[in-house]
């Protein structure tokens, strides 16, 4: 029997893959759980819905990459509850079994789920992009609407099915929008007959005052401007009233749309709601300082899933992966500090900057005191992203994909996938489940 102490981690996203690396060394034993096989890049979510680049290229198997981590296993389930005071998960397994999995220490890193604001029922008209079901789901939408517009002869039925809507102008909604406009135009457009460039209409919704709110003004101006030449329709302070079938309302005003892109916000993991400790408005667990539960020393909570105001603004930290890897780095360092009844430390955030691409070419970058725009900012952006991608052949066949885009202004994934050959959301629509375990 295996006496070592058990660390349980919850999610297979970049805070849990790393936790698991960084305990490779510890006198522990580790399992992961999680309910894909699959570790997922998810800064490039928005490229599969965009058909440059297919699934496989951003994700990579959990068993795969944690082979030569040889204190840990994988376990493909879903977590349905948590006793902390008993210390165990329930678990639904991949075999349609239920157990308890029991734990010395708990790292939750279950990631995040797209939240609606209160109006969940906007999700059987817009599609949210958190994992690659979703991803997919808006590829299929986009490219049937365009076959939809190819055969389709009523004027008003034809300009529903080219309005584009992409509510949110985070760095998400800005990439989607970029990308869109640009397969819309340059990609699609030549491939149909009857379809023209012209008649596409991208429109990105953002209720603010600027896009990117997170980035300097002189680069939210940037990204607006950049979006503009491509085509994109950006209105600022356009407060969505409703979601609908056939478009969204903005106020009293109507736009007819068949495809809606929701990435206006998200929320912590429903396991979040069942622990009993204190939660910000999103949902996520408000940490101590050394990334514990209140209460819970010997459970973490690292990520998205995470609040952790004890900054020295009081700003807790944004919901992007390096905050998750250095997070899982130093949870394991003090649980390693625990087995050896050393203090612990508390955690500190080193920001390495913030970025997001404007279609091709162009992207803004914040590094440091430094600020970047144009091609210089996507090279960067381009260069982080490939060094991130885990697993060379996952490297070496985006940087193929993206020269060949590049060079041709063609995209290799533009398939349709699923029994459906009707533009607009499925009634089965939503299949909403939390990403993560």
Same mark, same amino acid.
């Given at each position: 029997m295996d006496?070592?102490?058990?660390?349980?981690?919850?999610?297979?996203?970049?805070?849990?893959?790393?936790?698991?690396?960084?305990?490779?060394?510890?006198?522990?034993?580790?399992?992961?759980?999680d309910r894909t096989n699959h570790h997922?890049?998810?800064?490039?979510?928005?490229?599969?819905?965009?058909?440059?680049?297919?699934?496989?290229?951003?994700?990579?198997?959990? %068993?795969?990459i944690l082979h030569d981590v040889k204190n840990c296993d994988t376990l493909l389930g879903e977590v349905t509850a948590i006793d902390l005071a008993g210390r165990r998960l329930d678990v639904d397994r991949a075999d349609g079994e239920?157990?308890?999995?029991?734990?010395?220490?708990?790292?939750?890193?279950?990631?995040?789920?797209?939240?609606?604001?209160?109006?969940?029922?906007?999700?059987?008209?817009?599609?949210?992009?958190?994992?690659?079901?979703?991803?997919?789901?808006?590829?299929?939408?986009?490219?049937?609407?365009?076959?939809?517009?190819?055969?389709?002869?009523?004027?008003?039925?034809?300009?529903?099915?080219l309005n584009f809507v992409v509510i949110g102008g985070g760095p998400t909604g800005v990439e989607?929008?970029?990308?869109?406009?640009e397969l819309g135009r340059f990609v699609l457009a030549r491939d149909f007959r009857h379809v023209r460039a012209e008649e596409l209409r991208v429109i990105l919704l953002e209720g603010g005052p600027r896009l990117l709110p997170a980035f300097p003004e002189r680069l939210s101006a940037y990204a607006a401007e950049r979006l503009g030449r491509l085509g994109v329709e950006v209105r600022l302070g356009a407060l969505v009233s409703d979601i609908r079938p056939d478009g969204v309302c903005v106020g009293e005003e109507h736009l007819p749309s068949a495809t809606v892109v929701w990435a206006a916000g998200v929320g912590a993991s429903p396991l979040t709601a069942g622990l009993g400790v204190p939660l910000d408005r999103a949902g996520r667990v408000i940490v101590a300082p050394d990334c514990s539960l209140p209460g819970h020393p010997h459970v973490f909570a690292i990520g998205d899933i995470a609040a952790y105001p004890h900054t020295d603004?009081?700003?807790?930290? #944004?919901?992007?992966?390096?905050?998750?890897?250095?997070?899982? %780095?130093?949870?394991? %360092?003090?649980?390693?500090?625990?087995?050896?009844?050393?203090p612990r430390g508390r955690f500190r955030y080193l920001d390495k900057g913030s970025m997001a691409t404007i279609g091709r070419s162009a992207a803004v970058a914040v590094i440091? %005191?430094?600020?970047f725009t144009g091609l210089f900012a996507w090279l960067v952006w381009l260069a982080v992203h490939i060094f991130f991608l885990i697993g060379f052949r996952n490297r070496l066949m985006v940087l193929i994909n993206w020269a060949w885009s590049y060079f041709t202004y063609n995209r290799g994934?533009?398939?349709?996938?699923?029994?459906?050959?009707?533009?607009?959301? #499925?009634?089965?629509?939503?299949?909403?489940?939390?990403?993560?375990?």
């Open positions: 006496t070592r102490p058990h660390v349980v981690i919850v999610g297979g996203g970049f805070g849990g893959i790393e936790a698991a690396r960084a305990l490779r060394r510890a006198p522990v034993r580790v399992t992961l759980i997922l890049f998810q800064p490039l979510l928005y490229q599969v819905a965009m058909a440059g680049l297919s699934p496989a290229d951003i994700a990579a198997p959990i %068993r795969h239920r157990s308890w999995v029991a734990f010395d220490f708990l790292v939750l890193a279950a990631g995040a789920r797209t939240t609606w604001f209160g109006h969940d029922e906007w999700a059987r008209s817009a599609v949210g992009l958190k994992d690659l079901d979703e991803a997919v789901e808006i590829r299929r939408r986009v490219l049937v609407a365009f076959e939809a517009a190819e055969a389709e002869t009523d004027a008003d039925a034809r300009r529903r099915l989607v929008a970029g990308a869109l406009a603004d009081g700003r807790p930290l #944004p919901g992007v992966s390096p905050v998750a890897l250095q997070q899982a %780095r130093f949870v394991a %360092r003090q649980i390693a500090a625990d087995l050896q009844k050393k440091g %005191r430094f600020a994934a533009r398939l349709i996938t699923g029994r459906r050959l009707h533009a607009g959301p #499925p009634a089965s629509w939503p299949h909403e489940h939390p990403p993560g375990p």
